[in-house]
């Protein structure tokens, strides 16, 4: 074999399998900053990242993607992206590899209606699920509370584009939208004529990960011993409280009826014995 073969040969047999090297790792950028001017997710990243002393620096990919195609490019190994941050469930444990450390400490499980800005009040007396069959509600169809809704006896409509579902609001083709707490008051702001339910929220058990390719075991490895550390040594409660205290002020939890729902779909691998790595409802009432 030619000299120049064999070192052809052996640049690419050094190549990091999975896409995991001392580069840059591509996250999706989000269509808008849930406080205006960063993205907790990517910053959590980054954080795990360095207390792991990865190599790898994470950047936002430099196009948005609507979540099912950056989950389908992870899926794909294209390496445009390389880690994503979403909620979970058995199917997408199975498309990809988890980093099973919930993002969010199950922050993403409390829900919050968006509504019309002239129905406010429309559920001041809902106090049931049964109540909430009359409510006309719309979620994306790849979403995974969507199941959680469904097993509760609802039947949302399904878009496959999020940003529809904004306009089917207002032209009063649906009645309400659930938001998680971090993200409701991002989108009232961005869609004037909307408003949060003051009366109500849902809760159910939810987990949101950051997942990579299933080939990029090495990565996963790192951004989990980030996390562990970080959750040692409290950098991450200060990153979420700090980035959500705020939200969850407007949210006001412990002024609302809350409304729990079941999750059949979160996979027994959810690490729910382990307390620290989720919020209390007294934390999110401080």
Same mark, same amino acid.
């Given at each position: 074999?030619?000299?120049?073969?064999?070192?052809?040969?052996?640049?690419?047999?050094?190549?990091?399998?999975?896409?995991?090297?001392? /580069?840059?790792?591509?996250?999706? &950028? @989000?269509?808008?900053?849930?406080?205006?001017?960063?993205?907790?997710?990517?910053?959590?990243? %980054? +954080?795990?990242?360095?207390?792991?002393?990865?190599?790898?620096?994470?950047?936002? !990919?430099?196009?948005?993607?609507?979540?099912?195609?950056?989950?389908?490019?992870?899926?794909?190994?294209?390496?445009?992206?390389?880690?994503?941050?979403?909620?979970?469930?058995?199917?997408?444990?199975? %498309?990809?590899?988890?980093?099973?450390?919930?993002?969010?400490?199950?922050?993403?499980?409390?829900?919050?209606?968006?509504?019309?800005?002239?129905?406010? /009040?429309?559920?001041?007396?809902?106090?049931?699920?049964? /109540?909430?069959?009359?409510?006309?509600? !719309?979620?994306?169809?790849?979403?995974?509370?969507?199941?959680?809704?469904?097993? !509760?006896? +609802?039947?949302?409509?399904?878009?496959?584009?999020?940003?529809?579902?904004?306009?089917?609001?207002?032209? %009063?083709?649906?009645?309400?939208? @659930?938001?998680?707490?971090?993200?409701?008051?991002?989108? &009232?702001?961005?869609?004037?004529?909307?408003?949060?339910? @003051?009366?109500?929220?849902?809760?159910?058990?939810?987990?949101?990960?950051?997942?990579?390719?299933? /080939?990029?075991?090495?990565? !996963?490895?790192?951004?989990?011993?980030?996390?562990?550390?970080? %959750?040692?040594?409290?950098?991450?409660?200060?990153? *979420?409280?700090?980035?959500?205290?705020?939200?969850?002020?407007?949210?006001? *939890?412990?002024?609302?009826?809350?409304?729990?729902?079941?999750?059949?779909?979160?996979?027994?691998?959810?690490?729910?014995?382990?307390?620290?790595?989720?919020?209390?409802?007294?934390? +999110?009432?401080?």
């Amino acid at each position: 074999m030619p000299a120049l073969h064999r070192l052809i040969l052996l640049c690419v047999l050094a190549l990091p399998a999975g896409g995991v090297g001392a /580069d840059t790792i591509y996250y999706p &950028a @989000p269509e808008v900053f849930e406080n205006g001017k960063s993205d907790y997710a990517f910053e959590l990243l %980054q +954080l795990a990242l360095a207390k792991a002393g990865s190599p790898h620096r994470a950047e936002l !990919a430099p196009l948005y993607r609507q979540q099912n195609r950056a989950i389908a490019e992870l899926m794909a190994n294209t390496g445009k992206i390389h880690v994503v941050g979403t909620m979970t469930s058995a199917e997408r444990e199975t %498309q990809m590899l988890p980093v099973r450390i919930p993002i969010s400490k199950g922050l993403i499980g409390w829900r919050i209606l968006l509504l019309r800005e002239d129905k406010r /009040d429309a559920l001041r007396e809902v106090r049931s699920v049964s /109540d909430l069959k009359g409510i006309r509600m !719309a979620l994306g169809q790849d979403w995974p509370d969507l199941a959680v809704l469904q097993a !509760a006896g +609802l039947a949302p409509d399904t878009v496959s584009a999020y940003s529809r579902l904004f306009g089917m609001l207002k032209a %009063q083709r649906i009645d309400a939208i @659930p938001r998680s707490v971090n993200e409701i008051w991002s989108d &009232a702001a961005r869609h004037p004529g909307l408003a949060a339910d @003051p009366y109500l929220a849902l809760h159910y058990p939810a987990a949101d990960y950051f997942f990579v390719h299933r /080939d990029n075991a090495a990565l !996963a490895d790192e951004v989990r011993r980030g996390l562990e550390a970080a %959750q040692a040594d409290g950098s991450f409660d200060r990153l *979420l409280l700090g980035y959500y205290r705020t939200m969850l002020d407007k949210a006001a *939890l412990g002024k609302r009826r809350i409304i729990e729902l079941p999750n059949p779909g979160l996979p027994p691998e959810t690490p729910l014995a382990r307390k620290e790595l989720w919020l209390t409802l007294e934390q +999110l009432r401080r």
